[in-house]
């Protein structure tokens, strides 16, 4: 795989070319949210400028353009990640949005209707982000199933004895991570997902992760429902999909009740649309979905595999220099395919690092990562994390490092 042209990239980044604090700005918060590039802001402001209606109602050519460039939208979304006819995508505000929609959308249609019934088990991966976890504690509460949570051994693995373990015939859904964002352990998901689903499960993937730079394959997997984030993905900020089998789809219960979404209405009843229009009420954020299917076609224009592969060069990188400072410990430190590190730091609070290295024009995120009993499960506290995207350097990565350790110094 030939390198990525970085130096070539980042001009396509301008928020990148800015000084903080007199230093350059090395931007290492990439899990939390990446920068878009220009073709992902043009395209959006040409839907602005030129195409702005509302959407799939209107016979007017401006209407017509608008519902076309959100349905091109949705198929570039679906090629890729994949998605074969059985599957379809809906547009959401992000992975929250997605992961909430799954959830709810399996009890809200109430006794006798819904896929959650008393007594029955949800699973749940001890790595999760609370987006993947909140939205479960709800639905058991509000159907009567009951939690269970595949936790991670000592040094953050899942396995799959545990998953068998956990199984049972009224197991109806089982939600896992591609990769932790506060550890940076990447399951074995396929084969974990293949397994409950062989138990009878519904299969949830939160995709937040890996979607840009190791994008899940929709075709590859037994995963009903899949949910990412546009903003994780070099796209807008306030989009992401949640997409699966139309079967598992068209489970859900929508959430949303309103405006496109229904057939025909009723004083007392309605009729509800088809997929993907039943889970998308109320005006979407059309010039959002264009410009997250920029932001797919800017990954497949530069290049999955590079991109991954420059990713993973910097976090070995990272990792090789953080674990060389004395008292730093690095979560996960298998975790090759990650596109972070997270580390603690024996007798120094994270925010104390973070904020040293902000004076040194370095971005990092400290805290618990929204990920709380993860990391009291493995015994720790908060922790620092640097994360990858295409546009940053080993200069950058560097940079962390020295930082860091000079941080180290001055704290301990
Ligand atoms: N899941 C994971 C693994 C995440 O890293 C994040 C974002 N930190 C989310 C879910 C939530 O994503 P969003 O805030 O974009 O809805």
Known sequence: IAPLPVEALRAQFPVLAQSIHGQPLAYLDNAATTQTPLAVQQAQLDFERQDRANIHRGVHTLSQRATDAFEQARATLKQFIGAQAEHELVFTSGTTEALNLVAQGLWAAGPGQAWLRPGDRIIVSGLEHHANLLPWQQAARQSG?????????????????????????????????????????????????????????????????????????????????????????????????????????????PLRLGGDMVESVQWHTARFAGLPARLEGGTPNVAGAVGLAAAARFIDATGRAAIDAHVRALRALALQGLQGIPGITVLAPHATQAGLVSFVARGVHPHDIGTLLDERGIAVRTGHHCAQPLLEHLGLGPTTRASFALYNTEDEVRRLVQAVARAMEVLQ
């Open 145 to 253: 199933a009951e939690l269970a949570i595949l936790k991670p051994d000592g040094a953050g693995r899942l396995h799959a004895c545990d998953l068998a373990a956990l199984l049972t015939p009224r197991t109806r859904v089982f939600a896992l991570t591609t990769c932790a964002n506060a550890s940076g352990e990447r399951p074995p998901y396929e084969a974990l997902l293949a397994q409950a689903a062989q138990a009878g499960a519904l299969t949830v993937l939160d995709a937040a992760q890996a979607v840009a730079h190791d994008t899940p394959v929709l075709a590859r997997l037994d995963c009903d429902f899949l949910a990412f984030s546009g903003h994780k993905m070099y796209g807008p900020m306030g989009t992401g999909v949640l997409a699966g089998r139309r079967s598992a789809l068209a489970r859900l219960h």
